[in-house]
Nanobody, 119 residues
Framework: VQLVESGGGSVQPGGSLNLSCAAS????????IGWYRQSPGKERELVAT????????????VKNRFTISRGTISRDRSQATVYLQMNSLEPDDTAVYYC?????????WGQGTQVTVSS
């Protein structure tokens, strides 16, 4: 499994960003994929996830500001894309955002993309 994130950057408070995660070499038909984030000095925390059945889970701090969605899945299911639309960004949202694919006891991670919210 290979996960590649994109879409991070710097925005002012109240701004928006749309993160993308391209998943490839996926040989699983059932899994959960989503986003975690980590700020300096803090543990990595869940942001939002979505399963292959479309079930979504959000962290409480998202407060209806973020939306996770899936893009088109390749016919052989080996490639997929997941998005995280982030609106009304706050300085506390500053972190490295990581894409994660979870199946059973296995976790796969992307390299992360930096999101900075500052005036």
């Amino acid at each position: 499994v290979q996960l590649v994130e994109s879409g991070g950057g710097s925005v002012q408070p109240g701004g928006s960003l749309n993160l993308s995660c391209a998943a490839s070499r996926v040989i699983l038909s059932v899994y959960r994929i989503g986003w975690y984030r980590q700020s300096p000095g803090k543990e990595r925390e869940l942001v939002a996830t979505i399963t292959t059945r479309g079930e979504k889970n959000y962290a409480d701090f998202v407060k209806n500001r973020f939306t996770i969605s899936r893009g088109t899945i390749s016919r052989d299911r080996s490639q997929a894309t997941v998005y995280l639309q982030m609106n009304s960004l706050e300085p506390d949202d500053t972190a490295v955002y990581y894409c994660n694919l979870h199946y059973g006891a296995f976790d796969y991670w992307g390299q992360g993309t930096q999101v900075t919210v500052s005036s």
